[in-house]
């Protein structure tokens, strides 16, 4: 394993326990699919994106998009590993006055480029992003972190085919393909599969990985960087719950209610995996 892999796997690692660390203060929330896109944003935090910590506003910063509002307790992890946030203030998370909400609003955190509270608006916010910093000769990219459940929404479709009409190469979106969604299996609610070949069909250039492979994610990504001349999909299968066991297994993912003494066994099983 080479270090720039052993470094992400880390990275990820500490991504899953600050989740868990923020879950503990509320006692629940959008725990499984945190740990399911840990290492997501560990890869692209850690070795994709151009930014810089303590200037989350500067201009020519690549633009990471979380169009899934309540994956806010993930990017707040990983905005804390990146060195956005300090570490210290995720225990202020989803508390009143506190810059954490549980979903993701741009108006209160550094480094939350958008309010992804409404699903399927995040592709075409990142479209509009991606064609203005062209006109401006901006050489930063735009990420749009979306769900599988997402590609239930028209406008998300609405929103591919104006990224191909555009040639918007600056653009990446990062599907997370976790099978589940508020109503119950993603299959049984909206059947979306295949959804690659969708995508291909919609003029994007398309890859599909296991999205908790760190080093299957770091050679999709670093293979769509190069590629020009239309915008780019990273499909990514990711497990929920990932790295803590009996997390993985139960049932009822989506919002789940984690029992008080649930956390530190869930710390310690991370752990033990290495996840």
């Given at each position: 394993?080479?270090?720039?892999?052993?470094?992400?796997?880390?990275?990820?690692?500490?991504?899953?326990?600050?989740?868990?660390?923020?879950?503990?203060?509320?006692?629940?929330?959008?725990?499984?699919?945190?740990?399911?896109?840990?290492?997501?944003?560990a890869?692209?935090?850690?070795?994709?994106?151009r930014?810089?910590?303590?200037?989350?506003?500067?201009p020519?910063?690549?633009?990471?998009?979380?169009?899934?509002?309540?994956?806010?307790?993930?990017?707040?992890?990983?905005?804390a590993?990146?060195?956005?946030?300090?570490?210290?203030?995720?225990?202020?998370?989803?508390?009143?006055?506190?810059?954490?909400?549980?979903?993701?609003?741009?108006?209160?955190?550094?480094?939350?480029?958008?309010?992804?509270?409404?699903?399927?608006?995040?592709?075409?916010?990142?479209?509009?992003?991606?064609?203005?910093?062209?006109?401006?000769?901006?050489?930063?990219?735009?990420?749009?972190?979306?769900?599988d459940?997402?590609?239930?929404?028209?406008?998300?479709?609405?929103?591919?085919?104006a990224?191909?009409?555009h040639?918007?190469?600056?653009?990446?979106?990062?599907?997370?393909?976790?099978?589940?969604?508020?109503?119950?299996?993603?299959?049984?609610?909206?059947?979306?599969?295949?959804?690659?070949?969708?995508?291909?069909?919609?003029g994007?250039?398309?890859?599909?990985?296991?999205?908790?492979?760190?080093?299957a994610?770091?050679?999709a990504?670093?293979?769509?960087?190069?590629?020009?001349?239309?915008?780019?999909?990273?499909?990514?299968?990711?497990?929920?719950?990932?790295?803590?066991?009996?997390?993985?297994?139960?049932?009822?993912?989506?919002?789940?209610?984690?029992?008080?003494?649930?956390?530190?066994?869930?710390?310690?099983q991370?752990?033990?995996?290495?996840a």
């Open positions: 394993m080479s270090d720039r892999i052993r470094a992400l796997r880390e990275a990820a690692r500490r991504i899953r326990l600050h989740a868990l660390n923020m879950g503990e203060v509320q006692g629940q929330g959008y725990i499984a699919q945190a740990l399911g896109v840990a290492d997501i944003l890869v692209v935090y850690s070795d994709q994106l930014h810089r910590p303590e200037d989350p506003e500067w020519e910063r690549d633009r990471f998009l979380l169009s899934i509002g309540h994956y806010a307790i993930a990017l707040y992890a990983a905005l590993e990146a060195g956005v946030l300090d570490v210290e203030e995720l225990e202020t998370y989803g508390s009143d006055g506190s810059r954490l909400p549980m979903s993701g609003m741009a108006s209160y955190t550094p480094g939350m480029e958008i309010s992804g509270g409404s699903l399927g608006h995040g592709l075409g916010v990142a479209t509009g992003m991606a064609i203005g910093l062209r006109h401006q000769r901006n050489p930063a990219r735009v990420f749009n972190l979306l769900s459940g997402e590609l239930d929404e028209g406008s998300t479709w609405e929103a591919a085919l990224a191909t009409h040639g918007l190469d600056n653009l990446t979106a990062i599907v997370d393909v976790n099978a589940l969604q508020a109503d119950g299996p993603t299959a049984g609610v909206l059947r979306t599969e295949p959804v690659a070949d969708k995508w291909r069909a919609f994007w250039h398309a890859l599909r990985v296991d999205g908790n492979d760190v080093a994610l770091v050679a990504l670093d293979e769509l960087r190069e590629h020009r001349g239309s915008p780019s999909v990273l499909v990514c299968d990711t497990q929920v719950g990932r790295g803590v066991p009996f997390l993985e297994a139960r049932e009822k993912a989506h919002f789940m209610r984690v029992e008080e003494h649930e956390w530190q066994l869930a710390r310690e991370l752990e033990e995996v290495g």
